[in-house]
Nanobody, 128 residues
């Protein structure tokens, strides 16, 4: 397993940008697929982006496609989510998560049961 800590959340105006980071500890980050999830008040948690262990395959939810970019730096044990053209409906707590399996190129947006390690979350608030 890996331990995950998110950072980079905050308050931003609609149309603005934020970059979230997820720092990982543990020796297997670089060989695990990763995902970014979010949970808005009163809504279920949803996966918005996923990336393969090598970083060469990505997948996005329709709601964030062409606005968000998931990437990783395995040398730094860090996962990123670049969020551009933010909308009020992007307001949520954002979580990074590591898949249970190793060396997976699987980038499906869930299910949550595929992910065995989670960060504590970082709040993103987009004002209109």
């Amino acid at each position: 397993q890996v331990q995950l800590v998110e950072s980079g959340g905050g308050l931003v105006q609609a149309g603005g940008s934020l970059r979230l980071s997820c720092a990982a500890s543990g020796r297997t980050f670089s060989v695990r697929g990763m995902g970014w999830f979010r949970q808005a008040p009163g809504k279920e948690r949803e996966c918005v982006a996923a990336i393969s262990w090598s970083g060469d395959i990505t997948n996005y939810a329709h709601s964030v496609k062409e606005r968000f970019t998931i990437s990783r730096d395995n040398a730094k044990n860090t996962l990123y989510l670049q969020m551009n053209s933010l909308k009020p409906e992007d307001t949520a707590v954002y979580f990074c998560a590591a898949r249970r399996g190793l060396y997976g190129s699987y980038v499906a947006l869930g299910p949550e049961s595929d992910f065995g390690s989670w960060g504590q979350g970082t709040q993103v608030t987009v004002s209109s």
